[in-house]
């Protein structure tokens, strides 16, 4: 597969995707907006343009393109299984690559300083679902090569988990609402917006839960599961306690919040940096 074809079908995908879900959010919204659409969107826009030209500039080579070389080579433990099974097998695996990922951003001080501005929108919408600081791309690129190597993920999974990933990213960020008969139905199959919306609420120990992007069976397992948030899906308070000023959705703000030292900074750090950090004072 060359690189030109993949780019054009993870970049379709993601078009139509982020345009169903934007039409969807416009004409039937699941909340009401605390700041709205304009002054958010050109930023979490601009970090999405940032991440793709990051990307292309600093990494050689892609995940797909990993996995053509391991295949290549007979590396990784899936080499040689037939592709009815190491393709779905590989979808799964990668998806809980990226669960460990995410639970591991979020108590690992310095990884949680990177994530946290994903956390920091005030609001929740499809826009959400790819607004992340360009190192924490670049990093999640580098656990997702290690693990197409060491697994030998087939190149077709690796396309099939990116075009899923970035799409169920959109979706369970969306500002939208599944039927009240199907939702939860659906959440036992995929992370669905009121499943993930959980995970944004500015309580922290509903936060910490709800880790899957895609699959949703990874926190029913490790017991990181929450189903509504205490307050309500309605009532519940989006965002972070701090960074709610309207000058911290600039773009320049988004990029430069992980290596911040003010005060406002300090306040967002974890428990335990803020422990450290009274001790070294």
């Known amino acids: 597969m060359s690189p030109g074809l993949e780019i054009a079908i993870r970049a379709g995908c993601a078009g139509l995707v982020f345009a169903a879900l934007a039409a969807w959010e416009w004409h039937a919204p699941r909340r009401r907006p605390v700041a709205g659409r304009r002054p958010r969107w050109p930023a979490n826009l601009g970090i999405w343009v940032v991440d793709i030209v990051a990307v292309r500039l600093l990494v050689p080579v892609t995940a797909v393109g990993v996995a053509l070389v391991a295949a290549e080579r007979g590396w990784g433990l899936l080499h040689g ?5 190491a393709i779905p097998l590989g979808v799964i695996a990668l998806d809980f690559v990226i669960y460990g990922q995410h639970y591991v951003f979020h108590h690992v001080p ?67 609402a599944l039927p009240p008969r199907l939702e939860p139905i659906a959440r036992w199959l995929v992370v669905t ?9 500015v309580v922290r120990a509903e936060t910490d839960s709800n880790f899957g992007f895609n699959l949703p069976w990874w926190d029913r397992l490790f017991g990181t599961y929450r189903a509504l948030p205490a307050a309500g899906e309605q009532d519940m308070t989006i965002g972070l306690p701090v960074f709610r000023d309207a000058a911290e959705r600039r773009l320049w703000r988004l990029v430069t919040q992980p290596f911040r030292n003010d005060p406002l900074a300090q306040a967002a750090d974890r428990p335990d940096q803020q422990q450290d950090r009274q001790r070294n004072t």
Not at 81 to 85: D, K, M, S, T, V
Not at 193 to 201: E, I, L, R
Request: proline share 5%.
């Open 81 to 85: 299984w037939p592709a009815w099974a």
């Open 193 to 201: 917006p009121q499943m993930h919306q959980v995970h944004h609420s």
């Open 110 to 176: 310095v990884l949680w300083r990177l994530h946290r501005m994903h956390h920091a929108d005030v609001d929740i919408d499809v826009t959400t679902g790819v607004r992340f600081h360009p190192l924490e791309i670049l990093i999640s690129l580098g656990i997702k090569v290690i693990a197409v190597v060491a697994l030998g993920v087939p190149a077709v999974a690796v396309l099939i988990f990116e075009v899923l990933l970035n799409a169920t990213s959109m979706f369970n960020h969306s500002n939208v």
